[in-house]
């Protein structure tokens, strides 16, 4: 077991985006969220941008696909598996968010009608019936609006969330501390119960009472 002064250093920029995905859902962090959104922002805006010239679009449609494609962005990240992470080949985030832009573009273009039929219908997504249009979290208008360096009282928002998770994952014991960093730098479940010496099966149990267990703290402050 690590001694309490070798753990990984967070730092939020360093995490794999299936990590984020847990803070900004599991625990409600919307800085995080924002975070994800910013960090695949240039993803978002090439893809709409060759869906929209494919279908032969004006620069105006152009720009409120882009802007409503902000909320596909936050649909991606509450609808994405985070189960999934622990399996031996587990869906990247990032695939999983190309097809949530892809097929929402498709529906978006077809209320417009101008849609002519050419994209990819191949994509496979969960049936739409299962969710409902996620809301923008309080601080998506900043990041819209934002440069790609970030709106200064944004990031001093995420800064202060940050810091409390800093503080929350003091308080996990050395073992659950050693979960987290672990799955922070992409492990799977499977790898990290066999670098603790668990099982797979134990740790699918003690992963969501650790999540549980940083929500309780981070809602208490």
């Not at 250093?9 to 900004?24: G, R």
């Not at 892809?102 to 050419?118: K, L, M, S, V």
């Not at 668990?198 to 402050?221: E, G, M």
Request: hydrophobic fraction near 40%; charge should be negative.
């Amino acid at each position: 077991m690590r001694e309490s002064n070798e753990h990984v250093e967070f730092d939020i920029t360093k995490m794999e985006d299936q990590a984020l995905v847990v803070l900004a859902v599991d625990l409600e962090m919307d800085g995080v969220q924002d975070v994800l959104i910013l960090r695949h922002l240039q993803l978002k805006d090439d893809l709409i941008d060759e869906l929209a010239r494919d279908s032969g679009w004006h620069a105006e449609d152009v720009s409120d696909a882009q802007q409503e494609a902000l909320l596909w962005m936050i649909e991606a990240i509450h609808h994405f598996d985070v189960a999934q992470i622990g399996r031996a080949t587990p869906c990247q985030f990032r695939s999983f968010l190309h097809e949530v832009l892809t097929r929402r573009f498709i529906d978006f273009a077809r209320r417009r009608q101008t849609f002519e039929g050419h994209i990819d219908r191949r994509t496979q997504l969960v049936d739409d019936e299962r969710y409902e249009s996620p809301q923008a979290s309080p601080g998506l208008q900043r990041v819209a609006a934002a440069d790609r360096d970030g709106d200064p009282v944004a990031n001093a928002q995420r800064h202060e969330q940050f810091e409390q998770l800093r503080a929350a994952l003091k308080e996990l014991d050395e073992t659950e501390r050693q979960i987290f960093d672990l799955y922070a730098a992409g492990k799977t479940l499977a790898e990290i119960a066999t670098e603790i010496g668990s099982t797979h099966d134990a740790l699918k149990h003690r992963w969501p009472k650790i999540k549980q267990r940083l929500r309780a703290r981070l809602a208490a402050r």
